[in-house]
């Protein structure tokens, strides 16, 4: 049997289970199984299918299983904020709800009428987005919602997939840290600000750091999956930007390099030792999330490909074409300078993106796209420009200027965006690895096995 670690990774669109292994000290990686992640509306609200998801999980597990692996561990990584709750017969409490759902529309408002912004900012380090777990369980208490009176832990994604897999309740520390409810220098919960909104404090769990066991695989788990031994589940940077950034190839020759982490999110930004929590960074929009090794990824959240994502599901609604091969250089061929802010709330969960991005150009007074290829163009342009913002953003705050852009995820792919890229901000811009999440998750777990 081949001895292998398994990395699950979970992003806002779809799943993948992942064997890693060294063949001739070089790190391999085999993609075992890859299953969609769709957001489900029912009776007013945007759920997680969790049910699912676990499945799947336990499919691509079994599956490296019959293939002949020997799993030496798990970890998994998820997009972040969204959560699930657990009661005290450590049951899930309803079907998470999805960051896009609009219930909590207004809240960062309702919240900071009650506290002072900068002095908030300074201890969460943390960009405030409507989307922030901090927004989700206020928006719970303000409607009264009974699931938070009979909740007895919180667990993020990551830690909700562990502990169905283990028995085992925890925080891990980077996932943790998209909430905006830590105290990002001491590396803890936020309790006084806990207290301050009247959320139930019983509900954060113990923050475990990445490289620490989680626990080991249930048996009624292992006999499901084929397993006649124990298989420990690793606390990984998991929340996947973090995963991804750690997984970036270090070159050692001095240069100020930031990671564009492009998927359906962009995440721009840098690793710093310690957290950058001036007023001029909390203005700039930037947040400190947790890193491997106690360290900071003082980045900026950026809409990625997730418009680009629902233009192409659209498309394919309506028996267009998809094809990147045909769609990229016809966007290269397209007429058209319109850009679009896309971190607008416009683009957030738009019942049409076409109709969304239209309505924006003609209200800017720009060329409004017709062809598919002009959308395309419209959309990468206008990344790339909200890429070069950030590269500003960060250049102003950082002891010296970002010299070069590592691109990592599966939008490193999209060469033509690329390019796009490398012209606005006038940087060296490299790409790949396309699988730098996977990597990052594999990395922590062998190195601290």
Known sequence: MKEATLAIDFGGGSGRVIAGYTSDGELCLDTIYRFQNRQVRMGGHLYWDFLSLFEDMKSGIRMAVEKGYKINSIGIDTWGV???????????????????????????EKVFSLIDRSEHYSVSGTQVMSINTLFQLYAMKEENNPLLAVADKLLFMPDLFSYFLTGVANNEYSIASTSELMD????????????????????????????????????????????DYDVKVVAVASHDTASAVYGVPVKEDGKVTAFLSSGTWSLLGVVTDEPILSEEARI??????????????????????????????????????????????????????????????????????????????????????????????CVLMSLAERYRKGIEGL??????????????????????????????????????????????????????K
């Open 395 to 448: 250049d102003k705050l950082l002891p010296r200027p970002v010299e070069r852009l590592h691109i990592i995820g599966g939008g490193s792919q999209n060469k033509y965006l690329n390019r796009l890229t490398a012209l606005a901000t006038g940087l060296e811009v490299e790409a790949g690895p396309v699988e730098a999440t996977a990597i990052g998750n594999i990395l922590v777990q062998t190195r601290y």
């Open 82 to 108: 969204d959560f699930g709750l657990i009661d005290k017969n450590g049951n899930l409490i309803g079907n998470p709800v999805c960051y896009r759902d609009s219930r909590t529309d207004g809240m960062p």
């Open 184 to 227: 990002i220098k001491a590396r803890a919960w936020n309790y006084g600000l806990i207290r301050e909104l009247g959320l139930p404090e019983h509900l954060f769990c113990d923050i475990v750091m990445p490289g620490q066991e989680r626990g080991v695989l249930k048996p009624e788990i292992r006999e499901e999956l084929g397993l």
């Open 284 to 377: 700039n929009g930037f947040t400190n999330e947790g890193g491997v090794d106690g360290k900071i990824c003082f980045l900026q959240n950026i809409t990625g490909l997730w418009i680009l994502q629902k233009l192409m599901s659209e498309w394919a609604e309506e028996g267009r074409c998809t094809e990147y091969d045909v769609l990229i250089p016809a966007a290269e061929e397209a007429d058209i300078s319109s850009v679009v802010d896309v971190d607008n709330s416009s683009f957030t969960s738009p019942l049409n993106m076409a109709e969304a991005i239209s309505a924006y150009c003609k209200e800017s007074g720009q060329q409004v796209p017709q062809t598919q290829g002009e959308f395309v163009k």
